[in-house]
């Protein structure tokens, strides 16, 4: 997106309930990387889920939980570490999405402006993260809610030699 693209943007959200509570000095480490990465169920992966649901999984949230708390209509911003702040809010603009993320009303004024510079600064070249509606919690027993139907087969099946030999022979005859 061109410099003159980006000057035109939605610098706040269009409902701003901003309160005086500030961000965390750095993202939170009640539980380490290696373990929020672990936390992240398949199909997902650390890295294309969303920074908000990152930083409470790295606050010691569920998965679940942090996918369900980022969708509230409430300040979560106070859970976040400030430089994690700024970078999701300039994802959120660069994407559209300020108004897609109910907690973003919240934020204080400084953090938009922190966000504007950013955006309005010809020097900047690096798109930002995508910042993309959060999944939904697949419903228990729906196809989606584990992942047995990948399986092909179970380990305690007998293949059966004579029926692949004669698939793979009727299969060369073609």
Same mark, same amino acid.
């Given at each position: 997106? #061109? ?11 269009? =409902? *701003? ?8 000095? #750095?993202?939170?480490?009640?539980? !380490? =990387? ?5 936390? /992240? ?9 969303? @920074?908000?649901?990152?930083? *409470? ?9 942090? %996918? @369900? ?8 911003? +106070? ?6 702040? %700024?970078?999701?809010?300039?994802? @959120? ?5 300020? $108004?897609? !993320?109910?907690?973003? +009303?919240? %934020? ?5 402006? @922190? ?31 584990? *992942? $047995?139907?990948?399986?092909?087969? +179970? ?10 030999? /004669? ?8």
């Amino acid at each position: 997106m #061109r410099l003159s693209d980006r000057l035109r943007l939605q610098f706040r959200p269009s =409902i *701003l309930r901003q309160l005086k509570v500030r961000a965390l000095k #750095r993202s939170p480490d009640q539980v !380490t =990387i290696t373990c929020a990465r672990r936390a /992240v169920p398949a199909p997902f992966s650390w890295d294309k889920i969303r @920074a908000d649901v990152r930083e *409470l999984l790295l606050a010691g949230q569920s998965f679940w939980d942090a %996918v @369900a708390e980022a969708r509230k209509n409430h300040m979560l911003h +106070n859970q976040f570490g400030k430089r994690a702040l %700024v970078d999701m809010l300039v994802s @959120a603009t660069y994407w559209q999405a300020l $108004d897609r !993320t109910p907690w973003m +009303n919240y %934020v204080p004024e400084g953090y938009y402006h @922190a966000t504007q510079e950013r955006l309005e600064d010809p020097a900047m070249t690096e798109i930002p993260e995508l910042w993309e509606p959060l999944s939904t919690k697949p419903a228990p027993g729906s196809p989606d809610s584990s *992942l $047995d139907w990948l399986r092909s087969s +179970n380990d305690d099946e007998d293949d059966d030699k004579l029926f692949d030999y /004669v698939f793979n022979v009727l299969d060369t005859q073609k």
